[in-house]
Each structure stands twice: as C-alpha cells, then as structure tokens.
C-alpha cells in the first residue's frame, strides 16, 4: 500500500469539507446579491467563517430521537445517505493523474452507487414517524425513480461517442471537440435530470419548507442532521465534476491554451457548473408534484430517446459521424 492510498482519501474528504463549507457560503452570498442584500458578513472578515460557526453550532446541538421513531434505522439512515455521496467521488477523474480509481466501468458505477442514497432518504422518512417526513421521502422516492431514467439514458450518446464506460477515456475522446457541442440534447436532459437528483430548485420538493417543513429531514438535529446537509452538497460537488467530465471535455485547455494547468481548467469548469446550480435556485420557483412528474415522464424521457436516435443515425454519416 502506498503512501498516496494513505493520505488521499483523506486528502480528498479535507478538499470536500472546505468545498462544502464555501460553497455554501458562496451560494448564501450570490442568492443575497440576487435579491438585493448583503448577505452573510457578520463573522469573520466579508462573512467568511458564517459557515464555519453555522457548523461548529449544529456539532454542538443536541441529538433528540423522537420517542416512536425505530431508533436503529433512524441512527443509520442519514450514514446510508452520506457514504455513497463521497464513495462516488473516487472513479472522478480531475487530470490524467490527478484520480483514485480508473475503473473500466467508472460511469456506471458513479451512477449505481449514487441511486443509494434515495434508501437512506427514504430510510430516515419512514424511520422518524412523521407524516411531513414521510410525505418527503415517498416525493424523494418517486423524483429519483422518475429522472434516474432520463439521467442515464442521456448519457447513452457520449458512451457511443467515446466507445468506453471509463471517465478517463471519456475525457480523452474530447481532445478535439467537447461533447456538449454534439450532446447539446443529452447535455440539457442530464442537465435537468441532475437539478432534480440533486433535489435543487425547481425540484426541492422531498425538501420543500412552505409544504413539508424540511421533509425526510424535519425530525433530525445535530450530526445527524449535519450528515444529511453534507450528502447533499458533496453531491452538488460530484455531479458538478462529472458534469465537467462527460460534457465539458474535463481537463482539456480551450483553444489550445496549453500554459494553463490541466487542473485548473477543471476547476474553471467545474466553478461554473456551480454557479449555474446556484444561479437556478436564485431564479427558478418551485414546481408542482404533477408537473414534475410530468417533465420528467413526457419530456425529458423522450428527449433523452431522440437524443440516443439521433446519435445512432449521426454516426453513420460522413465526416459529421466522427464527432458522435
């Protein structure tokens, strides 16, 4: 076992905390520009350590179980929702060297291991025995199910691309052309289709305060809690990257800008994924049960179909089939 085996995951969750901890910071900053406020600037210099006492003041809540819940499955719940979230990041490539397991298989074993983390939800729902919490895990349940097949099937166009399930040679298939360019369909279905697997706005509604209070959530204090709000932004953190993986060419330089570091050009790419992520909660409302229910069966399943059609027929005609 190597030193690097040793310190890398422990490397990698130190990256991921600090991200988690910003972004959130970052998030509450841009929301607050957006709606003509300041935004958190009390603790630190400009607000910078709000998140940082936000967090140290839920570690030191106290950690209540309701008297009716099923203890064991409420204690394990928000685990079974957190590991995946973090186990998902190994197969992530952030350079050609720069990556912890270069698995043949890699995509699809991000997206197996992520639908985990809909049991926990669902778990921690049942488990708290109350109906605002269940009503959000059984939404949860059914938004996962209804747009995990959108997800995937939009992704079928840059694995025929590419010709590979690994992340590393998907990213060196875009050397000369990004798969946004001839995935632009598959880029907006998984686009959308990640929004509600994220369950960001528009589709926070297993979440959805005005309606279900927090949702699966509501009964959960202290680290308990903590897990849960850490299994969702480590989330937005690796579905930001593979965003930037299969779509956005991972750590390829745009117009031959070589002298920029490979890892910095994911990183630039990745922020911006970020962003947009943001930039929809700020603008966006939420959406109906049945609407969403709705755009995922009637609208993104289709696209995501024609999209496969459309990159079946392309490959075959000359001179545009080398880029599909």
Same mark, same amino acid.
């Given at each position: 076992?190597?030193?690097?085996?040793?310190?890398?995951?422990?490397?990698?969750?130190?990256?991921?905390?600090?991200?988690?901890?910003?972004?959130?910071?970052?998030?509450?900053?841009?929301?607050?520009?957006?709606?003509?406020?300041?935004?958190?600037?009390?603790?630190?210099?400009?607000?910078?350590?709000?998140?940082?006492?936000?967090?140290?003041?839920?570690?030191?809540?106290?950690?209540?179980?309701?008297?009716?819940?099923?203890?064991?499955?409420?204690?394990?719940?928000?685990?079974?929702?957190?590991?995946?979230?973090?186990?998902?990041?190994?197969?992530?490539?952030?350079?050609?060297?720069?990556?912890?397991?270069?698995?043949?298989?890699?995509?699809?074993?991000?997206?197996?291991?992520?639908?985990?983390?809909?049991?926990?939800?669902?778990?921690?729902?049942?488990?708290?025995?109350?109906?605002?919490?269940?009503?959000?895990?059984?939404?949860?349940?059914?938004?996962?199910?209804?747009?995990?097949?959108?997800?995937?099937?939009?992704?079928?166009?840059?694995?025929?691309?590419?010709?590979?399930?690994?992340?590393?040679?998907?990213?060196?298939?875009?050397?000369?052309?990004?798969?946004?360019?001839?995935?632009?369909?598959?880029?907006?279905?998984?686009?959308?289709?990640?929004?509600?697997?994220?369950?960001?706005?528009?589709?926070?509604?297993?979440?959805?305060?005005?309606?279900?209070?927090?949702?699966?959530?509501?009964?959960?204090?202290?680290?308990?809690?903590?897990?849960?709000?850490?299994?969702?932004?480590?989330?937005?953190?690796?579905?930001?990257?593979?965003?930037?993986? +299969?779509?956005?060419? $991972? %750590?390829?330089? /745009?117009?031959? &800008?070589?002298?920029?570091?490979?890892? =910095?050009?994911?990183? @630039? *790419?990745?922020?911006?994924?970020?962003?947009?992520?943001?930039?929809?909660?700020?603008?966006?409302?939420?959406?109906?049960?049945?609407? +969403?229910?709705?755009? $995922? %069966?009637?609208? /993104?399943?289709? &696209?995501?179909?024609?999209?496969?059609? =459309?990159?079946?027929? @392309? *490959?075959?005609?000359?001179?545009?089939?080398?880029?599909?």
């Amino acid at each position: 076992m190597t030193t690097w085996m040793v310190l890398g995951p422990a490397l990698l969750m130190a990256v991921v905390l600090g991200f988690v901890t910003y972004a959130i910071l970052f998030e509450r900053k841009v929301l607050g520009w957006m709606q003509g406020r300041i935004g958190p600037n009390r603790v630190g210099p400009w607000g910078i350590l709000q998140t940082v006492a936000d967090i140290l003041k839920l570690l030191l809540k106290e950690d209540i179980i309701p008297e009716r819940a099923d203890r064991t499955l409420f204690r394990i719940a928000p685990v079974i929702a957190f590991v995946p979230s973090f186990v998902v990041l190994a197969v992530i490539p952030f350079t050609d060297r720069w990556l912890f397991a270069d698995i043949g298989v890699g995509l699809l074993y991000y997206l197996a291991l992520s639908s985990i983390t809909t049991i926990g939800m669902l778990a921690g729902g049942w488990a708290s025995n109350n109906k605002y919490a269940l009503l959000g895990s059984m939404r949860s349940a059914a938004q996962m199910i209804s747009y995990e097949i959108p997800l995937v099937m939009s992704v079928v166009g840059v694995i025929m691309a590419a010709g590979t399930l690994n992340l590393v040679e998907i990213v060196q298939a875009q050397e000369q052309v990004w798969f946004i360019l001839p995935q632009i369909l598959g880029f907006a279905v998984f686009f959308v289709a990640s929004l509600a697997e994220l369950n960001r706005t528009p589709f926070d509604l297993p979440e959805a305060e005005s309606e279900l209070v927090a949702g699966y959530h509501v009964e959960y204090t202290g680290f308990r809690f903590a897990f849960f709000m850490l299994a969702e932004y480590v989330y937005v953190f690796a579905m930001a990257a593979l965003t930037t993986v +299969l779509f956005l060419g $991972g %750590w390829n330089p /745009l117009f031959d &800008l070589t002298f920029i570091p490979p890892i =910095l050009w994911f990183i @630039l *790419k990745f922020l911006l994924i970020v962003f947009l992520l943001i930039w929809i909660r700020g603008t966006m409302p939420r959406m109906r049960v049945d609407q +969403l229910m709705e755009m $995922g %069966w009637k609208v /993104l399943l289709p &696209l995501a179909l024609v999209n496969i059609f =459309l990159s079946a027929v @392309l *490959k075959e005609v000359p001179v545009i089939g080398q880029f599909y």
